[in-house]
């Protein structure tokens, strides 16, 4: 699979799955926008069947390489990116995992179950990113109790191996060509944006700025019965240049650590 085939693919399922991000494209296409995505994202625990390098494997096969290290402290998280080795136009892959053993015995137990469950074939093939859960079917009450350690773990033990988000980069859009225009664009038409933080994370002197939508409600089949909860969202950065006058093309631990909140659970 080369990248452009992995990105189609996983476009044709997020939009699937999160009709609104769908709409939002739409919405910049009617503007007689380009879109170009920044950057995508997945979440994963870390367990030797399914960590964050077993995730990219895909990608380093379709020409991607390694790039940033980060660490989330207060989330818990570590986190690489990756970039095409010889396409500089292709999206940023974000992959991050949940260091399951700072949390409590009963989050352990469920991430170790979770892992078991993800057939062989599946964590030696090139098709786990495009899983989703593959551990059975969620429990209500597993996800509540999970919500009150971590909402990254919620998440992911409902929805698995799916793209968190896609990113809109703004520096491919020419009328609104500044994040204060996109968010404005975004309320205008009614969506929500992730406040937490404030509504924009990062500077012009970090070279990156970034916006996200809060999660759309999904209808989720739980074993008590169907229950809806946020799904996955839509992000919009902008980079700027560093000295060389290359544009930045790293990730900003501080401002990502509040773009995770977008997944939180909230009431409609
Ligand atoms: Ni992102």
């Known amino acids: 699979m080369n990248e452009q085939e992995i990105f189609s693919r996983l476009w044709t399922d997020y939009t699937t799955q999160n009709p609104e991000a769908k709409n939002i494209y739409d919405c910049f296409r009617a503007e007689g926008e380009e879109v ?14 399914i960590n964050v390098d077993v995730l990219a494997r895909p990608f380093l096969t379709a020409g991607y390489e390694q790039k940033g290290y980060y660490i989330f402290e207060d989330k818990h998280l570590t986190a690489k990116h990756y970039e095409h080795k010889s396409r500089p136009d292709a999206p940023r892959v974000f992959i991050s995992q949940l260091m399951t053993d700072h949390f409590s015995a009963g989050l352990q137990s469920i991430a170790k179950q979770c892992a078991a469950r993800v057939p062989d074939e599946l964590v030696f093939s090139n098709e786990l990113i495009f899983a989703g859960n593959v551990w059975g079917p969620p429990s209500y009450e597993t996800y509540e109790m999970l919500r009150r350690e971590s909402e990254y773990a919620a998440w992911l033990y409902v929805y698995g191996f799916v793209t968190n988000h896609f990113t809109v980069s703004i520096n491919s859009l020419t009328k609104l060509n500044s994040i204060q225009k996109v968010n404005q664009f975004l309320k205008d038409k009614g969506y929500v944006l992730n406040a937490s933080g ?4 990062g500077t012009p002197a970090e070279l990156l700025e970034q916006s996200s939508t809060k999660a759309g409600f999904m209808a989720v ?22 000295t060389d006058g290359r544009l930045y093309s790293g990730f900003i631990a501080k401002s990502a650590d509040k773009i995770f909140e977008s997944t939180d659970f909230y009431r409609k």
């Open 221 to 242: 089949e739980f074993v008590e019965g169907t229950f809806e909860i946020p799904s996955c969202y839509y992000e919009f950065a902008i980079r700027y240049p560093d």
């Open 36 to 49: 170009k995505n920044d950057h995508i994202a997945f979440r994963t625990f870390f367990d030797t069947r």
């Open 198 to 201: 404030g509504e924009i994370k």
